[in-house]
């Protein structure tokens, strides 16, 4: 059985910093992205960031772009999220997905396969 399991997120301040991992288990995801979405109250998922397959390239929403990086460890099967000069609108539940391939349109949903069952994160003012 497939599982993706998300940790690390919490209750922080505005400009504060944490690390989300999310560890599969099941199958080995070495050649396949894996990305990071988010979703807030009232709003629909949207893409965070991704890396490929690989590890050779990584793309970011424009919102998150030099204060996020994703990262991935194919020995541990873990995908991780530094999320660093939080803000507010950064509070939402994020969840960690797995991809059907190594790259593909990575900021659709439709292109990944697993998915985790989120990590809420609350940034306070």
């Known amino acids: 059985q497939v599982q993706l399991v998300e940790s690390g997120g919490g209750l922080v301040q505005t400009g504060d910093s944490l690390r989300l991992s999310c560890a599969a288990s099941?199958?080995?995801?070495?050649?396949?992205?894996l990305g990071w979405f988010r979703q807030a109250p009232g709003k629909g998922r949207e893409f965070v960031a991704a890396?490929?397959?690989?590890?050779?390239?990584?793309d970011y929403t424009d919102s998150v772009k030099g204060r996020f990086a994703i990262s991935r460890d194919d020995i541990k099967n873990t995908v991780y999220l530094q999320m660093n000069s939080l803000k507010q609108e950064d509070t939402a539940v994020y969840y960690c997905?797995?991809?059907?391939?190594?790259?593909?349109?990575?900021?659709?949903?439709?292109?990944?396969?697993?998915w985790g069952q989120g990590t809420q994160v609350t940034v306070s003012s």
């Open positions: 099941g199958r080995t995801f070495s050649t396949v992205a």
């Open positions: 890396i490929t397959g690989g590890g050779g390239n990584t």
């Open positions: 997905a797995a991809g059907r391939r190594s790259g593909g349109f990575l900021r659709r949903l439709t292109e990944y396969e697993y």
